[in-house]
């Protein structure tokens, strides 16, 4: 038989109902004749619900007790769904992630897999049963409950599909697909049929929601097809895929955006590039994301983090004081990012980008590009002016891909 991974988000089973809804596509692909597991988030908002019951309690938690209380979410959600499904008379069983054999490494509340041991799951599914599993979470080798960070549940089902070499891995949400830009900001985003796991990897690293960036990186590595859909619509939705050549003539695949940024500018840095050098790999070392740009002056370095990690920033470069004489820090800012199609950015979009930004008045804080993309910095009241006119600008909205296609 083969094997199919489905991920509801917490969206899709926000509610009783919308879990009895999930379980009848459950048990449609089931009745296809797949073997089927189901990867789900907690309810709704049940997350940001424990986060602020913490806030209540200390505004210092440890590590350890947070993975502790927000693996609790999806533990509610795999009961729930396992009994939907056994209610319509189909065999289910639900595992947490470390009943499911998922380890991680102990970078507490941002954890990465490092291994998963299928031989549970395998074993139920050859028992004729529906296996649901608890996303965004695992166990570390000192036996501790690890979670993957936010948009976990992606990475915990396309790891699974890659365990278990799954025929497809299918990401339900609250969107029908991936656009070239956030619908919520860009009204005239075009929905993109078919992608790369290249372009899809550098639309998710730039700030595209709809998918975790490790997600892609796993159903890359083993080719694992992804399928974004729409939880409440039948629909194409997106298929994610090795070797598609995205056509038209725009050299740009979207644009990406990220409210809630923060700007730390390190100023009189002696050594620019051996410090870059050095906080980049401890930023990795910790599985901390930021943007690091050397700026136009000599000795000024500048980092682009979200908000979450502020703090745990902070700490870091407190303890680096000697590599620089004095810190400048912004919030309340946003990235907008043009992302270049076929892994590559046009040498052009950089000017055309500041050019279009420029004509619609919006004020550039920082500009900075890599080999996938140009991105800018600019205030938060602004990023949507930015993103609809960039999106406009180089040719993605809706009305101008259709008349291309014709």
């Known amino acids: 038989m083969s094997t199919i991974v489905q991920k509801f988000g917490g969206t899709s089973v926000g509610s009783t109902e919308r879990i009895k809804r999930m379980a009848d596509r459950v048990i449609q692909e089931r009745k296809q004749g797949h073997d089927v597991v189901v990867v789900v988030s907690a309810m709704g908002k049940t997350t940001d619900t424990l986060v602020k019951l913490v806030s209540d309690i200390t505004c210092e938690p440890s590590k350890r007790e947070m993975d502790m209380l927000l693996a609790t979410g999806e533990q509610v959600t795999i009961s729930l769904l396992s009994m939907a499904i056994q209610r319509q008379g189909v065999k289910a069983i639900s595992f947490t992630g470390w009943q499911a054999g998922i380890q991680t490494d102990s970078i507490l509340g941002n954890a990465h897999i490092q291994s998963i041991d299928t031989s549970r799951i395998r074993n139920e599914l050859d028992n004729g049963k529906v296996v649901v599993v608890a996303g965004f979470q695992g166990i570390t080798r000192d036996g501790d409950i690890s979670t993957l960070g936010r948009g976990g549940s992606d990475i915990t089902a396309a790891a699974l599909a890659a365990a278990l070499q799954a025929d497809r891995c299918d990401?339900?949400?609250?969107?029908?697909?991936?656009?070239?830009?956030?619908?919520?900001?860009?009204?005239?985003?075009?929905?993109?049929?078919?992608?790369?796991?290249?372009?899809?990897?550098?639309?998710?690293?730039?700030?595209?929601g709809v998918l975790h960036p490790r997600a892609v990186k796993h159903a890359k590595k083993f080719g694992i097809p992804l399928h974004i859909k729409s939880s409440f619509e039948n629909g194409r939705g997106t298929m994610i895929h090795s070797n598609v050549n995205q056509k038209g003539s725009s050299h740009v695949i979207g644009i990406t955006l990220e409210k809630d940024i923060n700007r730390i500018e390190m100023i009189g840095c002696e050594d620019v590039a051996g410090f870059q050098d050095e906080l980049m790999r401890e930023l990795a070392s910790r599985h901390i994301q930021a943007d690091v740009y050397k700026q136009s002056c000599r000795d000024l370095l500048s980092l682009l983090i979200k908000e979450q990690d502020l703090q745990e920033v902070l700490s870091i470069l407190d303890k680096e004081k000697e590599m620089y004489s004095r810190i400048e820090r912004r919030s309340g800012l946003s990235k907008v990012s043009v992302i270049g199609k076929n892994k590559k950015i046009h040498p052009a979009i950089k000017i055309e980008m500041c050019k279009i930004l420029l004509k619609n008045a919006v004020r550039v804080k920082v500009v900075g590009n890599s080999a996938i993309s140009v991105t800018a910095v600019i205030e938060n009241s602004q990023v949507q002016r930015a993103a609809e006119c960039l999106h406009t600008g180089f040719g993605l909205d809706f009305e101008t891909v259709m008349k291309a296609s014709v």
Not at 189 to 204: G, H, P, R, T, W
Request: glycine share 6%; hydrophobic share 40%; no cysteine.
């Open 171 to 208: 990401i339900y949400t609250d969107v029908d697909g991936v656009y070239t830009s956030d619908p919520r900001f860009v009204p005239k985003a075009s929905k993109i049929v078919s992608l790369s796991f290249e372009d899809m990897q550098n639309l998710a690293v730039m700030g595209a």
